[in-house]
């Protein structure tokens, strides 16, 4: 049984950080590129941002390139996002998702796999 977890939620006041991380279960961590979603209330969910498989290439929506880093740890099927100069429009719940696979930039639907998420809340 596949589980993807995430934690390292909470709050932070702006300009702050956060790291969160996503540890995965029952599949080859290595083989799946793993995406960071994140979804406000009354939002869309939006893609924040993904590494690949095989080159760990990272990829960043717009909005938070500079701010935010990806990273994984494939000997501990650990990912992270770093997330540095936190606003308050970074206040979701943040969930990881995991695709088979390292070529292009997958959409949400593209996932096979979903963690339950982790509220973020920046806040003064």
């Known amino acids: 049984q596949v589980q993807l977890v995430e934690s390292g939620g909470g709050l932070v006041q702006p300009g702050g950080s956060l790291r969160l991380s996503c540890t995965a279960s029952?599949?080859?961590?290595?083989?799946?590129?793993i995406g960071w979603f994140r979804q406000a209330p009354g939002k869309e969910r939006e893609a924040v941002s993904q590494?690949?498989?095989?080159?760990?290439?990272?990829h960043y929506v717009d909005s938070v390139k500079g701010r935010f880093t990806i990273s994984r740890d494939n000997a501990k099927s650990t990912a992270y996002l770093q997330m540095n100069s936190l606003k308050f429009e970074d206040t979701a719940v943040y969930y990881c998702?995991?695709?088979?696979?390292?070529?292009?930039?997958?959409?949400?639907?593209?996932?096979?796999?979903w963690g339950q998420g982790t509220q973020v809340t920046v806040s003064s």
């Open positions: 029952g599949l080859n961590f290595n083989y799946y590129t």
């Open positions: 590494i690949r498989s095989g080159d760990n290439s990272p």
């Open positions: 998702a995991a695709v088979f696979g390292g070529t292009g930039i997958y959409k949400d639907y593209e996932y096979n796999y």
